[in-house]
């Protein structure tokens, strides 16, 4: 497994992490990653405040029976579609499938409306911000676009350039006057890549051409800004 599907894989299981519904071998791959990546750590963080709430939030009451059958057919109706084949920037997400299988094994009584809103994310939505790229992109017919939901975020490219040989894209996320955190790196020229750092209102995500395998820091101006 390669270190951006190991991060994808571990950052879909956090939900479950949070819950303690993982089985244990998969618990401690996740262990393993969060010793690693300060972008997990934080989203569990996050996570871990919303499980802590969510009991006392509304009445507790017990989940109706047909509730685990319809996370059930989810689960399965999702291997099923996988199965099948899908694009190829949108790679397997096994965890998510683990995540959503330890969840209905686990259900506990608990407020189903609390339920519906922790699977649907706490009902974030979607938006969609024009990037700004560099007049050489531009020149070259280059296009971005930053797909926010919640604190995550997604890069949509079109038609851009290949960095100078022996450099790659970098992604940045610049938060007020500090200095720009590494987000990941990647060769898309037209398809999405995630942002491997939560992102929030006012942020910046950049992207630089950067030597070797990336940087802990820009050496170069930005290709492209997209404000949150």
Same mark, same amino acid.
């Given at each position: 497994?390669?270190d951006?599907f190991?991060? $994808? +894989?571990? &950052?879909e299981?956090?939900?479950?992490?949070a819950?303690? %519904?993982?089985?244990? +071998?998969?618990a401690?791959?996740?262990?393993?990653?969060?010793?690693?990546?300060p972008?997990c750590r934080?989203?569990? #963080?996050?996570? @871990? /405040?919303? !499980?802590?709430?969510?009991?006392?939030? /509304?009445?507790?009451?017990?989940p *109706?029976?047909?509730? =685990?059958?319809?996370l059930?057919?989810? !689960?399965? &109706?999702e291997?099923?579609?996988?199965?099948?084949?899908?694009?190829? +920037?949108h790679? *397997?997400?096994? &965890?998510r499938?683990?995540?959503?299988l330890?969840f209905?094994?686990?259900?506990? *009584?608990?407020?189903?409306?609390?339920?519906?809103l922790?699977?649907?994310?706490g009902g974030?939505?979607?938006?969609?911000?024009?990037?700004?790229?560099s007049?050489?992109?531009r020149?070259?017919g280059a $296009?971005? &676009?930053?797909?926010?939901?919640?604190?995550?975020a =997604?890069?949509?490219v079109? @038609?851009?350039?290949?960095p100078p040989?022996?450099?790659? #894209?970098?992604?940045?996320v =610049?938060?007020?006057g500090?200095?720009? =955190?590494?987000?990941?790196?990647f060769?898309v020229r037209?398809?999405s /890549?995630? /942002?491997a750092? *939560?992102?929030?209102?006012? #942020?910046?995500?950049? !992207?630089t051409a950067?030597?070797?395998?990336?940087? %802990?820091?820009p050496?170069?101006?930005?290709?492209i800004?997209?404000?949150?």
């Amino acid at each position: 497994m390669t270190d951006s599907f190991e991060h $994808r +894989d571990c &950052s879909e299981a956090l939900g479950a992490y949070a819950l303690r %519904s993982l089985p244990e +071998d998969e618990a401690e791959r996740v262990r393993r990653h969060l010793e690693q990546c300060p972008a997990c750590r934080a989203e569990l #963080d996050r996570l @871990r /405040v919303a !499980v802590e709430a969510l009991p006392a939030s /509304v009445e507790q009451i017990e989940p *109706p029976p047909e509730l =685990k059958s319809r996370l059930m057919s989810i !689960v399965e &109706s999702e291997g099923e579609l996988r199965g099948a084949g899908e694009a190829a +920037d949108h790679p *397997p997400t096994r &965890s998510r499938r683990r995540w959503l299988l330890a969840f209905a094994a686990a259900l506990a *009584p608990i407020a189903a409306v609390a339920i519906v809103l922790f699977l649907a994310g706490g009902g974030a939505t979607t938006r969609t911000v024009e990037a700004q790229v560099s007049a050489p992109l531009r020149a070259a017919g280059a $296009r971005a &676009s930053l797909r926010i939901t919640g604190n995550r975020a =997604k890069l949509v490219v079109a @038609r851009l350039p290949a960095p100078p040989a022996g450099h790659v #894209d970098e992604l940045w996320v =610049k938060r007020g006057g500090a200095m720009p =955190k590494p987000a990941g790196t990647f060769i898309v020229r037209t398809g999405s /890549v995630e /942002v491997a750092r *939560p992102v929030h209102a006012g #942020d910046r995500v950049l !992207v630089t051409a950067e030597p070797g395998h990336g940087t %802990s820091a820009p050496t170069s101006a930005p290709l492209i800004v997209a404000r949150v």
